[in-house]
């Protein structure tokens, strides 16, 4: 169970810090760029959104999932909506990942959790723009904190994403991802079981996300990952098929996209934790974010032992942000909730 939880902060962290150096670049320019497809940490060029961070350093991606795991954690593993504002309002102080890369969606949600007053613009008022990854990408710790209990993991993913991304598709994509990182760090679980437990947790997020939130128009993000799954599962070598889910599925910041990539780059790779990243960071487009939900899952699926030793020191020490701290912190939570 350590090795899982652990595992899976690493992985979500290690995707975030490379997929910052190949953000918003195509596969081919990503190649070009760094002589191949990126297997290690990667100091961000000038000309990306990760310009000024250091190899391995986070974006907004696993940033903000550890913040809101840490404020859930610091609450005897309580998620509602007044910690998770309160996670996100703390996330906000630390500029060096909200400043530079908080969402828009994201962003305005905090300045009205933290009293500010919100000028809303009929562009803002389209739900349907808010139908992105940002609550998908700090989701996987509610798995993590709901380990082996799915249904309590989407109960949990919801109230998270519903917080600043209250809509059906994002709501779908974030049980997916929570659901399929409960299912991977229970015990004697296996690759085929975990993306049942994301396909079944999208479809549960979507109903649920059309009872209770906002209506938009946009792909099904359950749909989607069983297309991406089918591709990921399919004929042909990697590449091409990692090459396939690019094309036909999408690598941008809509939820649709994101999530069912994801998953399908896991069915491609096999489930292999450092080959799923560096495919997730080397895909284009929103790499950092595809790669966070990868590692997070990935992560969880094969533990920490699946990625180099240096991994944690370097983020550690760069991102200061006490990684293993957390993963202490929520082992112990499961373990209190054994002996009740």
């Known amino acids: 169970m350590y090795n899982k939880i652990l595992g899976c902060l690493v992985g979500a962290a290690a995707g975030d810090a490379m997929g910052a150096a190949t953000e918003a670049r195509s596969s081919n320019q990503i190649i070009d760029t760094f002589g191949g ?18 190899a391995g350093g986070f974006t907004d991606d696993f940033s903000s999932a550890y913040f809101v795991a840490k404020e859930i954690v610091d609450n005897v593993g309580v998620v509602n909506e007044e910690i998770v504002q309160n996670a996100l309002v703390e996330w ?11 969402g828009p969606t994201t962003r305005l949600a905090i300045k009205r959790f933290a009293g500010e007053e919100v000028q809303l613009s009929e562009g803002i008022k389209n739900k349907a723009r808010q139908a992105t990854n940002g609550a998908a990408m ?32 994002a709501i779908s994509g974030a049980c997916a991802v929570a659901a399929a990182v409960s299912e991977a760090v229970r015990d004697g679980s296996n690759l085929y079981d975990v993306i049942d437990a994301g396909i079944y947790g999208a479809n549960e997020g979507e109903k649920i996300g059309k009872a209770n939130g906002n209506n938009v128009a946009g792909p099904s ?46 069915a491609a790779c096999s489930g292999d934790s450092m080959r799923s990243i ?63």
Not at 92 to 102: E, G, I, L
Not at 145 to 153: C, H, K, P, S, V
Not at 310 to 339: C, P, R, W
């Open 221 to 266: 993000v359950v749909k989607r990952i069983k297309m991406a799954v089918d591709i990921g599962f399919g004929t042909g070598s990697i590449d091409e098929r990692i090459c396939n889910i690019a094309d036909i599925i999408g690598t941008g910041l809509h939820v649709s996209e994101t999530v069912p990539t994801a998953f399908g780059i896991i």
């Open 92 to 102: 906000s102080k630390h500029a060096v990942f909200f400043d530079r890369f908080a």
């Open 37 to 54: 497809k990126v297997t290690e940490f990667i100091k961000p060029p000038n000309d990306t959104f990760g310009a000024g961070n250091q």
């Open 278 to 340: 560096s495919e997730a960071a080397s895909i284009g487009y929103d790499t950092d974010t595809i790669a966070t939900i990868v590692g997070g899952i990935v992560g969880a699926l094969n533990g920490y032992s699946s990625f180099p030793d240096y991994f944690i020191s370097t983020m550690e020490n760069v991102n200061k942000l006490d990684i293993l701290g957390l993963a202490n912190a929520i082992y112990d939570l499961q373990l209190g909730k054994e002996h009740q």
């Open 138 to 169: 700090r989701i996987s710790p509610i798995g993590l904190i709901n380990a082996g209990d799915t249904e309590n993991a989407i109960k949990d993913a919801v109230i998270v994403a519903s917080v600043t991304h209250n809509n059906n598709l």
